[in-house]
């Protein structure tokens, strides 16, 4: 069942995004936040729950754009299924549901980031139909003040 991630979920997303970047000490997952998204028309946390356990989620970001009208663009960010869960459909799920969000928003595109080691995932995402060679990324992690 995908649904909006909420407070009690917390400690699943953290676990989830400790397989995702494994010996961050920085990741803290606030229900306050999860909360304060669901409360958000823009951005939402999106989870997979099966038999009662949070086992993926993704981050979808809807954002302005001025290029096409009013049409925003969107943005899909961690995307983590848990190890046990994977080849089960739930990745598949999740950025299906994300897109189908997105449609009825009027985006005019989905985007994602993947690292580059993550051959895999690259496979799969371009199995779902994204494609990896019309655009380069480049990020730039900036420090806490």
Do not use: W
Request: glycine fraction near 8%; proline fraction near 4%.
């Amino acid at each position: 069942m995908i649904r909006e991630a909420r407070a009690e979920d917390a400690g699943a997303l953290q676990r989830l995004y400790e397989v995702l970047v494994p010996g961050n000490p920085r990741i803290l997952v606030l229900p306050e936040r999860l909360e304060n998204l669901r409360q958000d028309t823009s951005n939402f946390c999106f989870v997979d729950e099966r038999d009662g356990e949070v086992v993926g989620t993704v981050l979808l970001h809807l954002c302005p754009d001025v290029m096409f009208k009013e049409r925003p663009y969107a943005l899909l960010e961690n995307l983590v299924v848990d190890a046990g869960a994977r080849g089960r459909g739930v990745g598949r799920a999740l950025l299906e549901h994300a897109e189908q969000v997105a449609r009825e928003h009027g985006c005019t595109k989905l985007m994602l980031l993947s690292s580059v080691h993550r051959t895999e995932a690259h496979a799969f995402f371009e199995r779902l139909g994204y494609d990896g060679s019309v655009s380069r990324a480049f990020k730039k992690y900036l420090p806490r003040k």
